[in-house]
């Protein structure tokens, strides 16, 4: 009888997640088994065709590829610079509160706000960057650093690098203050070096942690779209295409519904084929989920 | 104290009810606008004398992002959900097939006489005629034009070029004369986005070629749009055309040469006025002309600007009329090019004398955009563009030759344009 009444509780919490969640993504693989243009009058069911069509489609490799670029560099940046800048934060010094305070701030900008401003330093004619770059000698001639293929994608790193290692740095201290002091101090008097300490007390007791803010960042940055599609646009000659630019354009310019969706559709099981990695190493290791 | 704050939030409730509804009787006609720099204050005033004219109706003036995609996404995506929270709104020139064909657009056909119409610049009212119909009123027009410094030219004793080969020769000797590292030759919009599309159209057109032949196939590989695009790549490699030139859109190109940093530039009219206004670095010394051509052929400038539609679902299609009528007149085109500097699709107004007077380019301007071309009249345009868009990236940041861009671009072309045939 209770347990069924508990049944009954939990129904409102599981309708609004098949209603938000559930019923768009089974929409979103129905609308990807159509070929469906709204402006032409075009709805028909087309089975498999849409996927056949993805394995073909040489732009999607490509967005695959600058996704999974991106992904991975701006991830391991992130975390290596959050760890830093936990550390750095964690020691108790004067203006503390200040300064945890002012690490936050990129986060607090809104991306397009940030991109925009890092759109105006790229700019190689007009650009902070350059100008920077030249009077320190460091470069005899302006950089393209949005228009060459080859350093395109390392600015857009870089944007969302200074707009999201707060968010790591922010999730690792909280993970550094629930270490316990006595183990340091037990470590002290045992004689063990600051280097014996992080990598024996600090990073396993962080690992929870750690595999927590890999799993967001990863989801995050493997959807990455705001960013890019305002610094660069995808282009140039798609070098920063990523997945959700490419579905972007595809749903919302071209109005290819069907197509659109299975782009949206390979974007959503890598993501989950992500989450699945990092949950089971997580449950492996013992950590937080266990 | 508790209870004097809910008193409070509930007549502020009730005040901004009876806000929504108030004016007693007054048909609501909204219209909905992208914004453009500094133009809505004034738009705000044009609609006023309007609602002055006709007592019974209240416009509401709601304005969109100006970021072109993001409005052509809003209106997608409240018109394909059939809504009538508008009456009048404003197009881009190259939505009107693609909403025509999707049913969203009321059909203005036999609304204006033939004389009426003559009065509109050709190029608008083509990309606003679909299947024969007409669908939107052309509003204010937009057409490439090239920039250029006029003291550089008569420092050098150069002539306004009117050939692609007389620009690169022009921009070749000011160059060398001026020994300035930062002074760029020729800049376009070369981003990977519409402009890019836009941009170079003006060399392919300007070469005889096309993206579509009349018939409605694509051409886009043809030997002479293949040597457009290799002249444009040409440019940047013989460091005319600066390297960034691939990561530039209109407000980039503008605050370059606005700085002086350019000799020749690509862009729409609305610069012009800020060029000439106090403080500019390049105030009376920018010069405007039609966009050159290759040897042989004729210039082409991209049509762009926006025209006034009729939402399908708008319960107000009478008065949302008489609003695109009172919108497309003579006294309010001039009003709105004498104080904003939008230009009129209305080609008497060219020649009106005060407004020659404040802004002495409007002859020039005419010519050109009598000769502006719109892009492709396709309610397949978006696609071809998202294809073009790429190729043309790839080939001017150099990871494809321009025969093998175009060749790729022509076969995606022919997928897209005989998947419905």
């Known amino acids: 009888m209770e347990s069924r009444f508990g049944y009954l509780l939990i129904i409102p919490a599981l309708l609004t997640i098949a209603v938000v969640a559930i019923y768009p993504i089974i929409d979103v693989f129905i609308l990807s088994l159509y070929e469906r243009f709204l402006t032409l009058g075009i709805d028909e069911f087309t089975g498999l065709n849409n996927y056949l069509k993805l394995v073909n489609d040489a732009r999607f490799w490509n967005a695959l590829k600058n996704t999974a670029v991106f992904t991975f560099f701006s991830v391991s940046l992130e975390l290596i610079l959050g760890m830093a800048v936990a550390l750095f934060i964690n020691r108790p010094f004067s203006l503390q509160g200040l300064i945890r305070a002012a690490v936050l701030l990129p986060w607090a900008v809104p991306t397009v706000v940030s991109a925009k401003i890092w759109a105006w330093i790229f700019n190689t004619d007009l650009g902070i960057l350059n100008y920077a770059l030249l009077n320190f000698g460091l470069i005899d001639a302006d950089l393209n650093w949005l228009g060459s293929t080859g350093y395109a994608m390392a600015a857009a790193i870089t944007v969302d690098v200074w707009k999201t290692t707060p968010f790591a740095a922010l999730l690792l201290l909280a993970g550094l203050q629930v270490i316990p002091d006595d183990l340091y101090k037990a470590a002290s008097v045992d004689g063990a070096s600051r280097w014996q300490k992080f990598r024996h007390i600090t990073i396993p007791h962080l690992k929870p942690v750690i595999m927590i803010v890999l799993l967001f960042r990863t989801l995050d940055a493997f959807r990455v779209f705001d960013a890019i599609y305002i610094l660069t646009g995808g282009g140039p000659a798609n070098s920063t295409e990523t997945l959700s630019v490419y579905a972007y354009k595809i749903l919302f310019q071209t109005l290819d519904f069907g197509y659109g969706s299975t782009i949206a559709v390979s974007v959503f099981a890598a993501v989950m084929l992500i989450s699945i990695g990092y949950i089971s190493i997580l449950k492996r290791r013992g950590g937080l989920l266990s | 104290m508790f209870r004097k704050l809910i008193y409070i939030v509930i007549s502020a409730l009730l005040l901004f009810s009876c806000g929504g509804n108030g004016d007693g009787g007054k048909t609501?006609?909204?219209?909905?606008?992208?914004?453009?720099?500094?133009?809505?204050?004034?738009?705000?005033?044009?609609?006023?004398?309007?609602?002055?004219?006709?007592?019974?109706?209240?416009?509401?003036?709601?304005?969109?992002?100006?970021?072109?995609?993001?409005?052509?996404?809003?209106?997608?995506?409240?018109?394909?959900?059939?809504?009538?929270?508008?009456?009048?709104?404003?197009?881009?020139?190259?939505?009107?097939?693609?909403?025509?064909?999707?049913?969203?657009?009321?059909?203005?056909?036999?609304?204006?006489?033939?004389?009426?119409?003559?009065?509109?610049?050709?190029?608008?009212?083509?990309?606003?005629?679909?299947?024969?119909?007409?669908?939107?009123?052309?509003?204010?027009?937009?057409?490439?034009?090239?920039?250029?410094?006029?003291?550089?030219?008569?420092?050098?004793?150069?002539?306004?070029?009117?050939?692609?080969?007389?620009?690169?020769?022009?921009?070749?000797?000011?160059?060398?004369?001026?020994?300035?590292?930062?002074?760029?030759?020729?800049?376009?919009?070369?981003?990977?986005?519409?402009?890019?599309?836009?941009?170079?159209?003006?060399?392919?057109?300007?070469?005889?070629?096309?993206i579509l032949d009349d018939g409605g196939n694509p051409v886009i590989n043809s030997e002479r749009a293949i040597e457009a695009l290799a002249f444009m790549k040409q440019l940047i490699d013989d460091g005319i055309a600066p390297e960034y030139v691939t990561t530039t859109d209109e407000e980039a190109t503008r605050h370059s040469f606005g700085n002086g940093n350019v000799i020749f530039m690509r862009n729409w009219p609305y610069a012009y006025n800020i060029f000439n206004t106090e403080g500019s670095k390049v105030k009376d010394k920018v010069a405007v002309k039609t966009m050159p051509h290759f040897e042989g052929c004729e210039s082409a400038s991209t049509l762009g600007g926006w025209q006034l539609g009729i939402n399908k679902f708008s319960k107000h299609k009478d008065w949302a009329w008489k609003f695109i009528e009172f919108m497309s007149r003579y006294e309010t085109q001039k009003k709105m090019a004498l104080n904003v500097g939008l230009k009129p699709s209305r080609k008497d107004v060219y020649s009106d004398e005060d407004l020659v007077k404040q802004q002495p380019f409007m002859a020039e301007l005419l010519n050109t955009l009598l000769q502006a071309v719109p892009r492709p009249v396709s309610p397949y345009y978006p696609q071809i563009s998202l294809v073009l868009q790429a190729k043309f990236s790839e080939v001017l940041s150099g990871s494809s030759s321009a025969e093998q861009a175009l060749n790729e671009a022509q076969t995606r072309l022919t997928e897209i344009i005989n998947r419905r045939k």
Not at chain 2, 56 to 64: A, M
Not at chain 2, 68 to 88: A, C, K, M, N, R
Not at chain 2, 165 to 185: F, H, P, T, V
């Open chain 2, 28 to 210: 609501k006609l909204v219209f909905k606008v992208g914004k453009v720099a500094g133009q809505s204050g004034y738009l705000a005033q044009i609609v006023e004398e309007f609602e002055n004219e006709n007592p019974g109706v209240d416009v509401v003036l709601e304005i969109l992002p100006s970021i072109t995609d993001q409005q052509h996404q809003f209106y997608i995506t409240s018109l394909e959900g059939g809504s009538s929270d508008f009456d009048v709104f404003a197009l881009d020139v190259i939505w009107v097939p693609e909403f025509a064909l999707a049913g969203w657009l009321e059909s203005l056909e036999g609304k204006f006489t033939d004389e009426q119409l003559a009065n509109f610049l050709p190029g608008p009212l083509k990309a606003d005629t679909y299947n024969g119909e007409l669908y939107a009123v052309p509003w204010y027009v937009d057409g490439g034009v090239l920039y250029y410094r006029e003291d550089l030219l008569q420092k050098y004793n150069v002539k306004p070029p009117d050939t692609f080969a007389g620009l690169k020769q022009a921009a070749r000797k000011i160059m060398k004369g001026e020994d300035n590292s930062k002074l760029a030759g020729f800049i376009w919009q070369g981003k990977q986005y519409e402009g890019l599309v836009c941009s170079a159209l003006e060399f392919i057109e300007g070469n005889c070629a096309g």
